[in-house]
């Protein structure tokens, strides 16, 4: 996906000189392409600076380029230079996106559950919204609130089915079930160290609590039961996408191969009939070289 985007800018460039210095964007975004970070923010960071007026593209793959690097404050610089500048920009959202996502990584949770909430509340279409739900939910996750992180985690399995987040949804989800079995399992140890301190109980009542633990440690195994069921479906369909997506690799490079194949055989066929069309001239000029041979000789 970022490689078509990128394509698609880098043909609009080669098109359109809509820059003072378009050869920086479009060193940009070759490297930014190919993952070449560094170059890409060199590049870009020379863009900005040959154009100080028309600030926007270079910003914005700066933003990208410097996330991608894992540069998280210089990220959120320009990301908020991108929004003060150009906050009617149709990027804006993929920017606002990236600052709460930007604000997670540099652990200020808080702050990125408000931008990413305002993102949801702006932009309620917009494809991000599954991943803003999800990096909520990790900032709530990060702070400790497993009770609404799992309620959100829960959301984006529910609501948004075919999201590439849910199965990291999931994924969290059983982590925050095992939280509670560990915690549920610190419970019954307490309660068990205060059960045999003698006080008097009956035998009755003794026999009622080890029948409630009991009854308590067989709906924990269960759990746990659920829970390895659970990660086992989310490898297995980790491994289907993975497959997929090889699949998808190689024929697309098979078809890449064959249109090369038929590119070749094309060219070849030109050629072949380029041959046939030099050499049908090279037989029509040896005949009249023969013909005016013949008339000279006539002539004398």
């Not at 999201?163 to 079930?177: F, M, Q, T």
């Not at 049908?280 to 006539?298: D, F, I, M, S, W």
Request: charged share 30%.
């Amino acid at each position: 996906m970022r490689k078509k985007t990128v394509l698609a800018y880098f043909l609009c460039f080669s098109i359109c000189s809509l820059f003072a210095d378009s050869s920086d964007l479009l060193t940009g975004l070759d490297a930014y392409s190919r993952s070449d970070w560094n170059v890409a923010v060199q590049s870009f960071e020379r863009a900005l600076a040959a154009a100080p007026d028309d600030r926007t593209e270079a910003l914005y793959w700066l933003v990208m380029s410097e996330t991608s690097a894992q540069n998280y404050q210089r990220a959120l610089y320009y990301a908020d230079a991108f929004l003060e500048n150009a906050s009617g920009d149709e990027r804006a959202a993929e920017v606002s996106y990236q600052k709460g996502r930007l604000l997670h990584l540099s652990g200020d949770y808080e702050t990125s559950s408000k931008i990413l909430y305002q993102f949801i509340e702006d932009y309620p279409e917009h494809p991000k919204v599954p991943s803003a739900y999800y990096w909520i939910g990790e900032n709530l996750y990060a702070a400790g609130n497993y009770t609404e992180a799992r309620k959100v985690f829960s959301g984006i399995v529910a609501d948004y089915p075919q999201s590439g987040k849910v199965n990291e949804a999931r994924y969290k989800i059983v982590l925050i079930d095992q939280q509670s079995v560990r915690e549920e399992l610190l419970r019954m140890a307490n309660e068990a160290n205060a059960a045999a301190v003698p006080d008097g109980s009956s035998a009755i009542e003794e026999q009622q609590q080890n029948e409630d633990i009991i009854n308590r440690l067989t709906a924990l195994e269960e759990k746990l039961d659920e829970l390895s069921a659970t990660l086992a479906r989310i490898a297995e369909e980790q491994e289907q996408q993975r497959i997929r997506e090889q699949q998808q690799a190689f024929e697309q490079q098979q078809k890449a191969e064959q249109q090369q194949k038929e590119q070749e055989e094309a060219e070849r066929q030109q050629l072949e009939k380029r041959r046939q069309e030099l050499a049908e001239l090279k037989a029509r000029t040896r005949t009249l070289e023969e013909l005016y041979t013949q008339r000279v000789k006539g002539a004398k």
